[in-house]
């Protein structure tokens, strides 16, 4: 009969089946078709700029600069292979290193307590604010000349240059991470009986850890540039000193590469410090979005 009601579709092309008809799946929300990923994206990005700096450093080489045998990047990378090669070249690269890892140690040590006491008080945090704004715009470099005197050209110089310049940073931002705990959670820590230790390992220690990395990762910075500032003007080892050895019989290519060899060293210890932040403060909302707080 004309008229007929047919019956359900048993040819697998209507909806929800399995076949030549079935529909497909939507697109994920806010992805197109064919779409670069971003990832991608930036790291062309960033290769292009790096391009288009090497194009131009060597047109200046070729051009204004060769008056004064400034290098091209050719010149350059041979210059550093041949660098690579030597023993001395890793171990002023060491010596760099180690004054400012223990110069920075040395910061951690006296800063983060030093801000915890700062921090825990509102009258002392108020009374020190002059004296914190006065001591971390004074150039360490500015004190040279008496270090100098004081302890000649040796480690000890760049030691105590770097605790002067990266103490600083440390210090502000632990005091601040304590003074900015929530008054409720030191509330709920005396309601649970809390032992001061305890307090500070559960409750204090997590929410200032943003705060304390950011002061770290500017000390490290600091660190690294006061450690061959102090070789470069003191005429202790590592690379500074080497780096004033090329200037001074006009070796610019070598003047370079370890000028690009301390710029690395740079960026590889802020790297550190920021792959330490996201594995220690995995669980805070900026690393969890990507960020690095």
């Known amino acids: 009969m004309t008229g007929a009601k047919t019956g359900p579709d048993v040819t697998g092309t209507g909806p929800g089946r399995a076949g030549t008809g079935a529909r497909t799946a939507p697109a994920a929300a806010g992805t197109e078709p064919g779409a670069v990923p971003t990832g991608v994206r930036r790291l062309v990005n960033r290769l292009l700029a790096i391009l288009v700096a090497l194009v131009v450093w060597h047109l200046f080489a070729l051009g204004p600069g060769a008056s004064s045998d400034f290098p091209t990047p050719p010149e350059s990378f041979r210059t550093a292979v041949d660098l690579a090669g030597t023993g001395a070249y890793w171990s002023n690269i060491a010596t760099s290193v180690e004054t400012a890892l223990l110069g920075l140690g040395l910061a951690v040590l006296v800063g983060v307590p030093v801000g915890l006491l700062i921090g825990a008080d509102e009258r002392v945090r108020r009374s020190t604010q002059l004296l914190l704004d006065f001591g971390r715009t004074v150039p360490a470099i500015a004190l040279l000349p008496l270090l100098l005197l004081l302890f000649g050209a040796t480690r000890d110089l760049g030691l105590v240059l770097i605790l002067v310049s990266a103490v600083w940073p440390v210090v502000i931002q632990t005091s601040y991470a304590v003074g900015e705990i929530s008054p409720q959670l030191r509330r709920v820590g005396r309601a649970y009986h809390l032992t001061r230790w305890h307090l ?26 006061m450690a061959i500032s102090s070789e470069f003007l003191g005429g202790s080892d590592g690379l500074g000193y080497v780096l004033l050895q090329a200037m001074q019989i006009n070796d610019t290519g070598r003047a370079f590469v370890y000028s690009f060899t301390a710029a690395f060293l740079g960026l590889l210890l802020n790297l550190v410090f920021v792959l330490l932040q996201r594995r220690v403060l995995w669980w805070h909302p900026s690393v969890r979005k990507g960020g690095t707080a």
């Open 200 to 225: 500070l390992r559960h409750l204090i220690a997590p929410s200032m850890f943003p705060f304390v990395f950011v002061g770290l990762r500017i000390a490290a910075t600091l660190s690294l540039l």
